[in-house]
């Protein structure tokens, strides 16, 4: 079906995912545990790339930055301390990509229940208001309500599309709709007014959320300040100062006190992280 003219109409998304054959070497590693879990974070980063090839490009950038440090330096401890690093930022970046898309997403709710709302009032069907959000909605709602549509064009049922749509990104307030829209179709009840009520909460809790974010933001600035700062201060005085970190680095005495204070840096991260973390 993707593959025939009058699919024009259908995301691309999903015409990838329908088309899409893994070369052997993909299907081979697509068989470890781990890969599924990269797929679905990609997805939720709302990255167009497997996971393999994510996979290869970070193990290519940490190779390659491990050469240059050991053919600069010649010192192990420093070259993999830098191919950490790169490794550790991938997944950090990938992470906030994640954030960023379901910040983005929650912004958006409120409108997409509005619309929802409004084409229910026009005595449209409740397909046909998803397909509208498809059509006028911004990224990343646009995307996800366009796939859900074609979905149950494809004989998937609504339960089961909006299931997959809340799987496709970390959202509460989507989980709200799901389960909104589940009840209604089970007990009944003028759906239009439980959507704008729906957009109201959701509203209201945005603007919670956001005074949460300032009234935390010294906390949130200084532990991820005190993370950074020891590694950065690390890796700069290797390659400015050679040798002076070599009774940390060379001597098993200073090795046992470098994990100690990796370990205690690690910790006041998370400790820092859990303390404001206010989940709303």
Not at 18 to 26: D, H, M, N, Q, Y
Not at 75 to 102: G, T
Not at 129 to 139: I, K, R, S, T
Not at 242 to 262: R, W
């Amino acid at each position: 079906m993707a593959r025939e003219s009058g699919s024009s109409g259908m995301p691309e998304t999903l015409k990838e995912e329908l088309l899409k054959e893994s070369k052997p070497f993909e299907a081979i590693l697509g068989w470890l545990p781990f890969t599924g879990r990269m797929e679905r974070l990609l997805d939720r980063a709302g990255l167009k790339i497997t996971a393999i090839r994510f996979l290869l490009i970070v193990c290519a950038l940490t190779l390659t930055c491990f050469m240059l440090i050991f053919m600069l330096r010649r010192d192990y401890v420093l070259a993999s301390a830098v191919a950490a690093a790169v490794v550790l930022s991938a997944f950090i970046f990938l992470n906030y990509l994640k954030s960023k898309r379901i910040e983005k997403f929650t912004e958006q709710l409120p409108d997409t229940l509005a619309i929802m709302s409004r084409s229910l009032r026009a005595s449209h069907t409740l397909t046909s208001a998803m397909e509208l959000v498809g059509q006028e909605m911004p990224e990343p709602t646009k995307e996800l309500f366009r796939t859900a549509f074609e979905q149950q064009r494809l004989g998937l049922g609504l339960a089961e599309s909006l299931t997959n749509m809340s799987e496709r990104i970390e959202s509460l307030d989507l989980r709200f709709l799901v389960i909104v829209i589940t009840l209604n179709r089970e007990i009944g009840g003028n759906l239009a007014e439980t959507f704008d009520k729906l957009a109201e909460t959701i509203r209201q809790r945005i603007k919670i959320r956001r005074q949460v974010r300032v009234y935390t933001a010294q906390g949130r600035l200084s532990g991820y300040f005190l993370a950074i700062l020891p590694i950065v201060m690390f890796i700069t005085l290797g390659l400015l100062m050679p040798g002076y970190e070599d009774p940390l680095t060379k001597q098993t005495k200073g090795q046992i006190i470098l994990a100690l204070a990796g370990a205690g840096q690690l910790l006041g991260f998370l400790v820092i992280r859990k303390i404001i973390k206010i989940r709303i």
